[in-house]
């Protein structure tokens, strides 16, 4: 396997979470605010175990909500590289949102996050070697 590849697939990185009513909106859904939060941990996470270097969030781009995800659900965010630049990778993130006493699952929040490599000096840097 090439080396990329075998990165990208290595990086990939899968958190679960409970929505507890400390995370919800007045709606009793997750709040938009923490879906994005915990996408943008996931994703550093992925990109720093991709390239293994001192990375940043530079951007966010179409962060797509589909459903709401209600309180009691458990969510696992999926977080993979799909684009590698010379300084930088784009981390796509995928929430599935499952009820806690069934077997259904569902993808209810997509988007993406780019992230530059840094050096000591906070100037970009190859993101791989």
Known sequence: MEKLELLIKRSE???F?????NTTNHYDTLFGGTALHMMDEASFICATRF???KV???STDKIDFTCPI???SIVELVAKVTKVGRTSCVVQVDIF???MYSYERSKAVTGFFTF???GDDKKPIA???
């Not at 979470?17 to 009513?21: D, G, Q, S, T």
């Open 13 to 15: 990185t899968r958190i």
């Open 116 to 118: 530059v490599a840094i």
């Open 51 to 53: 390239s293994r270097k």
């Open 70 to 72: 209600p309180q009691g």
């Open 17 to 21: 979470k409970a929505v507890f009513p």
């Open 56 to 58: 940043v969030t530079v």
């Open 127 to 129: 993101i791989i070697d």
């Open 97 to 99: 949102m499952e009820d």
